[in-house]
């Protein structure tokens, strides 16, 4: 068994590993951002004069009970809505960074019993680049206005993270690119030719 066959599947268990968990660090705090940004949504909502809350707020404050306008609610909504599509889009995010996760190990321990690393690695490859994609389009998603309305990212923070999550897929193409059994073949055609000379 060549040393490439025997690093990467190590290698790539611990990789999945690492990645579940940088994906709940990682939805741990966008999440925790969201929530943030809900409870300041709440306590910066205007209250109508006949709710209780209001009444409650005002007799504590000594404050009048405000009249939120038309473009306020419909303010509220737009952010109400950017709210659910951040929870929605991260938890999506989460539970196929945690799939793949588990792909990636299953994939390192098909490699070892069947023997066909080159085939089951570059699976591997092929699906981090996936994701990859996957990744940029939800973070594109949360920036949107219409969409997540969370601040936006520069074009620098796509490229590091893309950068960064499909550097292993990436080595695994360069490390299972080219097929290990050519250069045996030509050595034994090599060795064929000078016991059997012509």
């Known amino acids: 068994m060549r040393l490439r066959d025997r690093l990467f599947p190590v290698l790539t268990v611990s990789i999945a590993f690492l990645?579940?968990?940088?994906?709940?660090?990682?939805?741990?705090?966008?999440?925790?951002?969201?929530?943030?940004?809900?409870?300041?949504a709440i306590m910066a909502a205007p209250m109508s004069s006949g709710s209780s809350m209001s009444s409650f707020t005002s007799n504590i404050l000594n404050m009048q009970p405000s009249h939120p306008t038309a473009s306020q609610v419909q303010e509220q909504r737009k952010l109400t809505q950017q709210i659910t599509t951040v929870e929605v889009v991260?938890?999506?995010?989460?539970?196929?960074?945690?799939?793949?996760?588990?792909?990636?190990?299953?994939?390192?321990?098909?490699?070892?019993?069947?023997?066909?690393?080159?085939?089951?690695?570059?699976?591997?490859?092929?699906?981090?680049?996936?994701?990859?994609?996957?990744?940029l389009i939800g973070l594109w998603l949360l920036t949107r206005?219409?969409?997540?309305?969370?601040?936006?990212l520069s074009v620098l923070s796509y490229i590091c993270v893309g950068a960064v999550q499909a550097a292993y897929g990436m080595i695994l193409l360069i490390a299972?690119?080219?097929k290990p059994s050519f250069g045996r073949a030509v050595r034994i055609s090599t060795?064929?030719?000078?016991?059997?000379?012509a």
């Open 191 to 197: 060795v064929d030719h000078s016991i059997h000379p």
């Open 145 to 152: 206005p219409e969409w997540g309305g969370m601040p936006p």
């Open 90 to 135: 991260v938890y999506v995010w989460r539970v196929a960074m945690l799939i793949l996760a588990g792909i990636l190990w299953m994939l390192s321990l098909l490699s070892v019993i069947t023997g066909r690393f080159r085939l089951w690695h570059l699976c591997a490859a092929f699906l981090i680049l996936a994701s990859t994609l996957g990744t």
């Open 19 to 40: 990645w579940a968990l940088g994906t709940m660090r990682v939805a741990e705090y966008v999440g925790s951002m969201n929530t943030a940004r809900a409870l300041a």
């Open 176 to 178: 299972f690119a080219r």
